[in-house]
């Protein structure tokens, strides 16, 4: 089976540009989670969609949006980017997105956006 | 707020040695605490761990959690170059799957 794929691998933007980042999830898996990692930090949560609907949201600002398919692929937006929102974006799938111990999240290879 | 501290932040061994990896955590409803290792990109899934006391093993790796202590070790034992990486920690609350990451700990292991 294929694992979680995201688009494009690397993104170049420059300040107050929009970007729309892409991700499949696993085959079988219903949801999908988004993370930012900027470089020497750990990941941090931005979103998780479970059936197309929004199931949490990290503190991060309105700038940032996403939503869910019904082939349970997965776009996370941000609008007016920043400099600070030079980051790898994750994105993670799961099957049932409840964190039961048979419910692991698996992780796609990121999209690197740079905002210049 | 939510905390998630690993230590240390980065660790050289040589082939052979035996390393030790710490995460301490503080958080309001814990539901599971998870490793995961990061060579390049995409965090690969090591262990989750629920339940206090009980070690997961897989091959030279091993993890246990003290859920009274609010901590967790990882242990890899027989050090590879190959387990060079960042090698990060987890913490998932209810209702699931919105993982609070620590900052990792970055492991060069030496020929």
């Known amino acids: 089976d294929a694992g979680v794929t995201q688009s494009p691998t690397h993104l170049i933007k420059t300040r107050g540009q929009q970007v729309t980042l892409r991700c499949s999830p696993i085959?079988?898996?219903?949801?999908v989670s988004w993370y930012q990692q900027v470089l020497g930090q750990g990941p941090q949560f931005i979103f998780q969609?479970?059936?197309?609907?929004?199931?949490g949201r990290g503190n991060f600002p309105d700038r940032f949006s996403a939503r869910q398919f019904p082939n349970y692929s997965s776009e996370l937006n941000v609008n007016a980017l920043l400099l600070g929102d030079s980051a790898l974006y994750l994105c993670?799938?799961?099957?049932?997105?409840?964190?039961?111990?048979?419910?692991?999240?698996?992780f796609g290879p990121g999209t690197r956006l740079t905002v210049l | 707020e939510d905390k998630v501290v690993q230590s240390p932040l980065s660790l050289v061994v040589h082939e052979g040695d035996t390393v030790t990896l710490n995460c301490s955590y503080e958080?309001?409803?814990?539901?599971?605490l998870l490793w995961y290792k990061q060579e390049k990109k995409a965090p690969t899934f090591l262990f989750m761990l629920?339940?206090?006391?009980i070690e997961k093993k897989s091959g030279r790796l091993s993890s246990i959690l003290d859920k009274k202590e609010l901590f967790s070790i990882l242990n890899i034992t027989a050090t590879q170059t190959g387990d060079s990486a960042v090698y990060l920690c987890?913490?998932?609350?209810?209702?699931?799957?919105?993982?609070?990451f620590g900052g990792g700990t970055r492991l060069m292991v030496k020929p």
């Open positions: 993670a799938s799961s099957r049932t997105g409840t964190g039961l111990s048979t419910d692991t999240q698996y």
């Open positions: 629920t339940s206090s006391g």
């Open positions: 085959s079988g898996h219903k949801s």
């Open positions: 987890a913490v998932d609350e209810n209702p699931g799957n919105m993982l609070t």
């Open positions: 958080v309001t409803n814990f539901r599971s």
């Open positions: 969609y479970y059936e197309k609907e929004e199931r």
